[in-house]
């Protein structure tokens, strides 16, 4: 029989990083690095500083106390199928602050385009002006802000936070403008609030008509005299919906025209840019001096301008 050779065992040895190599390559272009780190850098301080700065002011609201109280009496209310409306909540005024239809009416009430896009809007005919070196459209085509733009615009600014812990709701709006931007706050708090006064009187309204005709169809003396009681709880109901200042929701801290802009952070933003081409410049001299086709293109193209010569 045939002896087998054995074959000795093969060695996979791991490619070893050589870095010394990758030291030296960086040590004779630290300064191309460097440079580019730097003009990428300055590139993008000078590029901010094309942006304008915006200021953000901030309100904090909670919901009025003796909103939140409800008497036991009401249910009888829903009994009938009459909405008697709940207690005033953080998440009900984070609904009411984050709606489109009170973004409209702000924005529809209020002059808010001028303090948004400063020179940039035209109240003459309520469209934001054009470069007259625009290649596509002009004025003529440009149509005047709408309500989505409204909506739009309020969504892009108007900032919400609400702590559920403390039970307060964090309401605030950025612009360009510092004095802008606690008037803008103070719009929404006041429509906001003109709302949920609309809306209770309204529902007031409802309910006492429906409670009138249930009176007149009851004959039983029981049941009249509950039904009295709930319109007078409805007729309190409304005058306490028409005192505006103790309704809906509680400002604790009005908003003030702030002293410092909120970005751009023009220095951050140049410094992160800075180390970010810095790094992208190491790995990019890397990748590009361990490349074999690159090696490969450049040694065919010395090799063509040495024959050519």
Known sequence: MATMEERPPMEYREDEIDLGKYFAILRKAWWKITLLSLAAGVATLLYMFTKPNIYQATAVITPEKDEKRQSPALGALASFGINVGGPSSV?????????????????????????????????????IKTSPNRLSGGEKDRKPLSDWDAIRAAKGRLKLSVNKKAGTVSVAFESPSAEGSANIVKYFLEEGKSRLQEEALERSTKNKQFIQEQIGKTVDALTRDRLYSLYGQEVEREMMARNREQFGFRVIDSP???????????????????????????MGLIWFRNNRWVKKYWCNLASESQDQK
């Open 256 to 282: 003030r025209a702030p002293d410092m802009k909120v970005r751009p952070q023009r220095g951050k933003n140049a410094m992160a840019v800075t180390l970010f081409a810095f790094f992208f410049a190491i």
């Open 91 to 127: 998440e009900d005024l984070e609904s009411l602050f984050k709606s489109n239809d009170l973004a409209v009416r702000v924005f529809k009430k209020y002059s808010l385009w001028p303090i948004i896009y400063g020179d940039k809007y035209d109240p003459v005919t309520g469209r």
